[in-house]
C-alpha cells in the first residue's frame, strides 16, 4: 500500500515472533463479569453523573458518544492481531489466483508456512501482502472473503473463533452504556472495513459506527453496467495515535464522553475525550493476566511485546489525570462468554 | 487547499454571475406539503414496500439507511452555494486578523465588494480563499464563526436566514422516513464541518450523520497543555459524483435504501443505491419553478446556470432506470416553512 501504509499492521506483523481499591458498587446485575473495585465503580459513576438531569455533568441523550479501540481493548489481540492473520491466510487464496506470485516473495516465503523465515519478512515485503490481500477486490467480494475466514479460523491458544475472544466485561460495559442511551463506537487501528464485517454481531456496532484504518474505494462499473465500490491501495485515515482523535472528528464529529483504550496508540484519544467539559470515563485495559489471557506492558513491570504496548509514561499519565485503569486480573471475574 | 482542492466549490463560485400523473396519495396528514402524485405515490410505495414484515422487499429496522444530497435537494443554492457565500463574507474578518491581506489578490478583490471584478477571480485565487477561511483554525473556532455567521446572514432574494431556506417538503420526508424507522444522512458535497454546523437544527440530524467534502485536520497541543484539532489545507474526501457512493462506503459502511438528489453531482449515489436488491427509492428534484424558486437545469429546456446542474442525459437516466423525478412545481404544494 505504497508508502504511507498500514505502519500500524506493519509494526505489528513485525513483532509476531516476540511473543483495587474496593468500593461497593451498587449493582452485581449490571456488570455482573466485574468485580467490585475502582473500575467499575468509575463506570458507575460516570453513567449516574451523565443520566441524571438533576447532575451538573448531566448529558442529553442524543449527545451521549462513546468510543472502544478494539484489540486489546474490545477483544484478544496477542500472539498477533486478528487481521494480520488474516492477511497472512488469505495468501494461499491470493497466489491460487495469481499463480506467478507464488515463486515472488514475499508470497513464497508466506506459503512455505515457515514461520521463521515469515517472522523475518521486510515491511516492505508486508506491505505487499496488505496490499494483495485487503485491496484490488470489490468491497462486497472483500466482505464475503473475511466473512467466510472468520467462520473457520480459530485461535491457536483457545482452539475457537476469533469472534468468541471479546472481553465479556466489555460486552457488558457496550451494552450498559447503550441502555442509558450511548451511542457506541468502536475506533480502532485495525482495517474498518475488516471490523465492519463483524462488529455488529460480535459487540452489536453497526457498520457506520466502526471508525478505523480506512483505504480508499474506487467507483466503476462492471460489464453487466452495475456499479462497483473497488478497494484501494490509497491511505485515508490511519486511525492511531493522533489520527484516532482525527479520526473521531472526520467519522462521528464530535467529542465522545467516554473512551476505553490498552495501548500507546489511544493516548492521544484519550486526551481528547478528557480535554471536554463535565464528566468524561477515561480506561486503559491493563493486561496483567497471564494465566486467563497474557501479560503484558512494558508498564508495571510486565514483558514488552511489541503488541499493543501500554508503556511506563502512559501509565504516568494515565494515574496523573485521573484515567481509570482496568487491570485485567483483579477488575475482571471472568474474561470470556464461554468460561 | 493545494491542487486536488474543493473543485466543486470552485466550479460553483465562479458561476456565480449567471444567474403528474395523479394517484391518490393514502394519507394528507404524512406528507402535508406534497401534492397528489406519482413523487408523493412513490415514497409511500417505497416505505410501505420495506416496512411491512410481509413484503418481499422487507428490510429490518437496522438496515434503514436513506441518504439526501444538500444543496438544491434539502435547502436553496441558488444564486450561489451559501458556504461559498460564507467564504467570501469571511475574507474581512480573515484580513483583519491578517493585514498584510488587504492589500493581496484575491483578498484585495473580495475586499473591495467589486461583484464583477470577483466574478473574475481565477480558480486559482477561489482556492486561496477557501484555503483561508476554511482551514488554519481549530475545529471549535471554525464551529463557532461559522455559526455566529448563520445567525446573522440573510439570503438576497427573501431577506431569511438561509437555514429558513430548507424545503418543507423535504423535512417532512425526512420525518417521515425517520418515524419508519430510517436513519438519515445527509451526503453533500459541501464542506462536512459546515454543514454539521446546522444540520441538527434545520433538519434534525445530527454532526455523525453529515458526510460531506472533507478535508484533513492535525492533532496538537496549546500552550495550556490542551489538546486541539486545526482544520488543514488536505483533502480527504471530495464528496461529489464518484465521491458520492465512496463518502457514503466510508463513512456509513452499507448501501443505503433511499437516495434524494438534484443534479449530476448526485448520480453516482442513485445508481449506487438503485443497484442495490429489493426496493429502493431514488428520487431528483426538478427546479422547474422560477416563481416560488428558480428553475435550472438544463433539462427539460430549464436555462443552465451552472450550479446544481440536471443535465438532460441525467433525465433520461432517470426516466429509463425507474428514478422519480421530483416537479418542484407540480409536486409541492408549497416550498418553505414561513410561506
Redesign the interface.
Known sequence: MKRRAFIWLLGAAAAWPLSARAQMATSDSLLPSWNDGAAKQAIFDFVRATIDRASASYVLP?DRIAVFDQDGTLWVEHPMYTQVVYCLERVPAVAGKEPKLRNVEPFKTVLSGNREAMAKLSMRGLEKILAATLTGMS?EEFKTEAKKWLETAKHPRWNRSYTELAYQPMLEVLRYLRDNAY?TYIVTGGG??FV?VYAGKVYGI???Q?VGT?G????GYGKDG????TKEPKL??NDNN?GK??GI??????RPYAAFGNSTGDR?ML??TA?GAGERLKMLVLHDDAAREYAYGPAQGLPDTKIGVFTPALYEEAKKDGWTVISMKNDWKRIFAFE
Open positions: 442524543e468491497v451511542k474498518q472495513d465492519r453497526p457498520p457506520e466502526v480506512a480508499g474505494t474506487k467507483y452495475k456499479p462497483f465500490l485515508i485515515l493522533a482523535p482525527e472528528h472526520l467519522m462521528i464529529g464530535r492521544q486526551e481528547w480535554a
